[in-house]
C-alpha cells in the first residue's frame, strides 16, 4: 500500500494518460498551463473476495479515504461507493464492482478463471491500483464478455488502473458553466457521452456531469491486437447544499449513464 496520496495519484494518472492519448490533450486545452484540480477518479472491478471494492478501497482508507457514500445500479447489476479524504482538494474515490453471480454460469466461469490468475500478494501492493490485467485474455472471451455486459469486458481488458480522471469546474480557471466547457471540448473535435444528454444532473441534484466517449487504443489479447475503448475524462460541478458547503456525494441516475462512455460509439 502506498504511504503517500499524492505519489498513488501521479502514478494513476501516469498509467491512466498511456491508456488515455486524449487526456493529455483535454488538459492541455482546458488548464491552459495552469493546475487542475481533480474532483474524482474512478476504478472497477468484480465482486470476487479476491480483488472485490473492499480490496480496492483498502489502498485509499490507508490513506485517510473514509466511506462515503453507497449506490446501486440495478441494470448493469454494479453496486458502487464513494470515498472522500479528509483534505478536501484531494481526489473523491469513486470505486464499483460486478456482481458476478448475477450474471450467466458461462461469465461466472469466465471471470473466476481470470481472477484465479492474480497473485494474492499483487492486490496489496504499492502498484496495484494501476498495475493492470493479471491474466490471459483471448478476443473470443473478450467478445462474449461484451454480450453479456461492457463492463466485465472492460475490467477483463484493463484490468486494474483508473477508469476516469474528472475535472472538477469549480477550481478550473475561466469556466463557469458546464456548458462552456463541453463547447470547447466539442470544438476542439472531441466527442461527448450524449447518453441521456450531454449534461447528466443539475443544480436541483447539486451536480452537473459530462465526458468524453473513451479513446480507442490497441490492446494485446492473446492471439490477436485490437483497438478498444479504453479510458475518458470527466468533468464536474458541483453546487452547495442548504448549509453552503459544496455538495460532495454522486448521483446515481448520472452515474449510470457516465458508464456508457466506454461503449463502443
Ligand atoms: C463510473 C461511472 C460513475 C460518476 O462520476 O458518476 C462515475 C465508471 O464508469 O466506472 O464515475
Ligand atoms: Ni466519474
Not at 498511456?18 to 487542475?36: D, F, N, R, W
Request: aromatic share 12%; proline share 3%; charged share 25%.
Amino acid at each position: 500500500m502506498h504511504t503517500d496520496v499524492n505519489k498513488l495519484f501521479k502514478s494513476l494518472w501516469n498509467d491512466y494518460i498511456e491508456m488515455t492519448p486524449s487526456a493529455a490533450k483535454v488538459h492541455q486545452l482546458l488548464s491552459k498551463g495552469e493546475t487542475i484540480i481533480n474532483d474524482h477518479i474512478a476504478l472497477r472491478t468484480f465482486n470476487i473476495e479476491k480483488v472485490n471494492l473492499t480490496v480496492l478501497a483498502a489502498h485509499f482508507e490507508s490513506l485517510g479515504y473514509v466511506d462515503s457514500g453507497d449506490y446501486n445500479f440495478e441494470a448493469k447489476k454494479l453496486k458502487a461507493k464513494h470515498f472522500e479524504h479528509p483534505d478536501p482538494t484531494q481526489p473523491k474515490v469513486f470505486i464499483s464492482e460486478l456482481m458476478v453471480e448475477e450474471f450467466s454460469p458461462q461469465l461466472q466461469g469466465i471471470i473466476k478463471g481470470l481472477v484465479e490468475q492474480i497473485d494474492i500478494d499483487a492486490t496489496t501492493a504499492d502498484n496495484f491500483l494501476y498495475s493492470g490485467r493479471h491474466w490471459d485474455l483471448d478476443f473470443t472471451t473478450y467478445e462474449a464478455l461484451l454480450a453479456e455486459s461492457e463492463y466485465a469486458a472492460w475490467v477483463a481488458a484493463f484490468g486494474y488502473r483508473a477508469n476516469h480522471f474528472t475535472v472538477s469546474i469549480n477550481h478550473l480557471p475561466g469556466y463557469s458553466t458546464i456548458l462552456d466547457v463541453n463547447e470547447t471540448l466539442k470544438k476542439g473535435d472531441f466527442v461527448l457521452n450524449s447518453a441521456g444528454g450531454e449534461v447528466k444532473g443539475s443544480a436541483e441534484v447539486l451536480l452537473e456531469q459530462s465526458s468524453t466517449m473513451a479513446d480507442k487504443i490497441e490492446v494485446s489479447f492473446k492471439d490477436v491486437q485490437k483497438s478498444i475503448p479504453s479510458c475518458f475524462y470527466e468533468f464536474a460541478l458541483r453546487y452547495p447544499k442548504a448549509d453552503g458547503e459544496l455538495y460532495t456525494g454522486f448521483v446515481a441516475a448520472s452515474a449510470d449513464k457516465i458508464f456508457e462512455s466506454t461503449n463502443v460509439s
